[in-house]
């Protein structure tokens, strides 16, 4: 099972002896990094494994390899020895594990370490690629019971893929590979699916940096992504998109897997290319996906077969994996669009209402949320605006359903009155952190307008605040969120959505 070691940057031995208090019962180790402390406290550091309570790496690491050591080598020798001199017989008063680069040449210190059982991490960092990891790791160790660790930087998802294909390539070695930066977060939380040994996080303080660009807090890892749980036939889900800084996704499936005792892990991949996730996704055996933005309609290409809402919305938000003769990692993809109805669901609720029809509506936006906004409208016999910035874009979407179009302009304004019974904003305008952008701002709300925000977070948006101070009935995001994933559970397990941690998910999310 692979461990969780919690990276200790505090600039004192005090601060980094309450931090292993504070996330003790989600760590099973923790990294002092020296390089990160006040150099009056370096003289202590022998006593800290004692205190700490915890099995404990030393680590120092050099400018050059992503740390804050810059003192020379020899200086930096001095110190490690400092730390692992006087070894004790009682094995947890001594540093556990200590972290030697690849190229540190310190045969005294070596000998001296493994006479009292302290374990060598012999470590690799890349910090402009991902290179040859197979190679890195099987040349690392000195002698057999040394952990060999890889850390990596992917610029793209070909690295991404290349980091679990080498942990395949390398079963049977101890080591620790980690993907650093954020296209890789997704190889610290599967570490058990790339055999490591361990996964570093950093506490998120504001005091504190990270010790290296990717890495979780660990009550995350826990807590959201439920890493005690992950085992090597876990079966892995996901949300892809770029740049995917903000989505609930995460929560709500892995909360909802720990509820129904499900088997399986949710997580985000970042992706900038998609063709390439497919083909990671294939590797890593994902067994279904959610698609958001910017992939909804772009995915379409890739399915194998569509339902009847992906080709009616033109847009696709829900993917599952079906493997070729029932077997990974060859497979083809099918897909439907959840957005549909949870969309529809969502606002009929809001208006106590079975259909739309006499109803005037102005959608903002024509991507791939708006696209299944429309089609849902023209489904429930509403009459639809579309605008968009891009006016063709809109015009493209509007006309598949016989609805007038226009650009986001003053131009639009007259007609738009016409079409503001209830009007759906489905840009990102106005999400977190840009919280006070406006989609719209030309348009004036006078009140009897029914508004509804395709975003939830922030819970109101500038656009639903200006609407709601007018006096208008607002509606953000989340209910059509938790309705479009209940759709999505469904396909994906083929069974019924736990509606009863509704109300659990909206309190997490202060809702
Ligand atoms: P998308 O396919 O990339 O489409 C984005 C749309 O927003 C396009 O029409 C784009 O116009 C417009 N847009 C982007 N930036 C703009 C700006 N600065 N000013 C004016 N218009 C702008 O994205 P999507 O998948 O449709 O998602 C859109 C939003 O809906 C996201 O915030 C997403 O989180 C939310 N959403 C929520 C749910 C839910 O369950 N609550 C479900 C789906 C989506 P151009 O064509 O001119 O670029």
């Not at 395949?168 to 650093?180: D, L, N, P, Q």
């Not at 090597?232 to 800084?245: D, M, R």
Request: proline share 5%; charged share 25%.
């Amino acid at each position: 099972m692979a461990k969780i070691c919690l990276c200790l940057t505090g600039k004192t031995l005090s601060r980094n002896l309450e931090l292993i208090e504070k996330y003790r019962k989600y760590i099973d180790l923790a990294e002092l990094r020296v390089d990160f402390l006040d150099p009056d406290e370096c003289f202590s550091i022998r006593r800290f494994p004692e205190q700490a309570g915890i099995p404990v790496i030393l680590t120092i690491r050099r400018k050059v390899d992503g740390g804050c050591f810059n003192s020379g080598e020899g200086a930096r020798i001095t110190l490690l020895s400092r730390g692992l001199a006087f070894a004790e017989s009682d094995r947890r008063h001594n540093f556990a594990y200590v972290d030697l680069e690849e190229d540190l040449e310190a045969p005294g210190l070596e000998e001296a370490v493994r006479t009292f059982g302290t374990r060598i991490i012999r470590s690799s960092h890349n910090l402009t690629g991902v290179g040859d990891i197979v190679e890195k790791i099987t040349s690392l160790r000195r002698i057999g019971d040394e952990i060999a660790k890889a850390a990596v930087m992917p610029k793209n998802l070909n690295d991404v893929r290349a980091i679990y294909r080498a942990a395949r390539k390398t079963a049977g070695i101890e080591k620790i590979i980690i993907g650093m930066g954020n296209l890789s977060a997704n190889t610290r939380i599967l570490a058990e699916k790339t055999g490591s040994f361990l996964c570093y996080t950093s506490p998120q303080e504001p005091d504190l940096p990270p010790a290296a660009p990717g890495q979780l807090d660990p009550r995350e890892l826990v807590e959201r992504y439920r890493f005690r749980n992950i085992t090597a036939s876990t079966a892995v889900y996901g949300v892809v998109g770029f740049p995917l800084t903000t989505t609930y996704s995460p929560r709500i499936f892995n909360t909802v897997f720990d509820h129904e005792k499900i088997d399986a892990v949710y997580v985000p991949f970042p992706s900038n290319d998609l063709s390439r996730f497919l083909e990671l996704a294939e590797d890593l055996h994902v067994a279904g996906a959610s698609v958001t933005i910017p992939y909804k309609e772009a995915i379409i290409s890739s399915l194998k077969n569509v339902s009847e809402s992906v080709r009616i919305a033109g847009a696709c938000n829900t993917i599952k994996a079906i493997p070729e003769e029932g077997n990974f990692p060859l497979c083809s993809w099918n897909g439907i669009n959840t957005d549909t109805l949870g969309f529809s669901e969502s606002l009929l609720h809001f208006i106590e209402k079975k259909t739309l029809r006499g109803r005037k509506i102005t959608v903002l936006g024509a991507g791939g949320a708006a696209r299944a906004v429309a089609a849902e409208i023209f489904r429930l016999k509403g009459k639809c605006l579309v605008l968009n910035r891009n006016a063709g874009r809109a015009r493209d979407l509007a006309m598949v359903f016989k609805f007038p179009w226009g650009g986001l302009d003053s131009q639009s304004l007259d007609t738009m009155e016409r079409y503001s019974d209830i009007i759906i904003q489905t840009t990102p305008v106005g999400t977190f952190p840009n919280t006070d952008d406006d989609p719209f701002e030309l348009y004036h709300f006078d009140g009897h307008e029914t508004v509804m925000d395709l975003i939830y977070n922030p819970p109101r948006t500038a656009f639903l605040r200006r609407a709601e101070v007018a006096g208008c009935k607002v509606l953000n995001g989340f209910d059509m969120l938790i309705r479009q994933a209940k759709y999505q559970y469904q396909y994906f397990f083929d069974r019924d959505f736990p509606e009863q941690l509704i109300p659990r998910l909206a309190a997490a999310f202060g809702l």
